[in-house]
């Protein structure tokens, strides 16, 4: 016998929002030592994500990482819009992210593509940037 939700769905339901309380990393010495929260959180959470290739690890969920690797080989045309497209959609999983906008795009060398772009959270403005290879 399959039990009745009839009702559950009518009862007023409280939304909390999950702390952004995490780990500091701290990139110059490849440590994780003490806590952050807020924008610095939140930065670290989009810096993550953006080095962090979807589908390659099992501990992320699918819904993580950015994906990269199938842009190798592909013309500049198609590599710039679709990492535009890439960053947001993987950033915008992230509940404290609001939006993606202001990208630039550099090539320093055949073959390299530099991305920087602003995310706009909750807790205000981050600017970020990523490589790529393709």
């Known amino acids: 016998m399959i039990p009745s939700t009839a009702g559950f769905l009518d009862r007023d339901f409280e939304i909390e929002e999950q702390p952004s309380l995490t780990y500091k990393m701290q990139m110059d010495g490849n440590l994780v030592c003490g806590?952050?929260?807020g924008l610095e959180a939140v930065r670290q959470a989009i810096y993550k994500i953006i080095m962090t290739e979807r589908y390659q690890y099992i501990m992320y969920s699918w819904n993580y990482g950015i994906e990269l690797l199938d842009l190798f080989g592909e013309p500049v045309t198609y590599v710039c819009p679709e990492l535009k497209r890439r960053i947001s959609e993987a950033l915008l999983w992230d509940d404290r992210i609001r939006s993606v906008d202001g990208f630039e795009f550099d090539f320093p060398q055949k073959g390299i593509v530099?991305?920087?772009?602003?995310?706009?959270?909750?807790?205000g403005d981050v600017q970020a940037e990523r490589e790529v290879n393709f």
């Open 114 to 123: 530099h991305v920087a772009f602003t995310a706009h959270t909750i807790f």
């Open 35 to 37: 806590y952050t929260d």
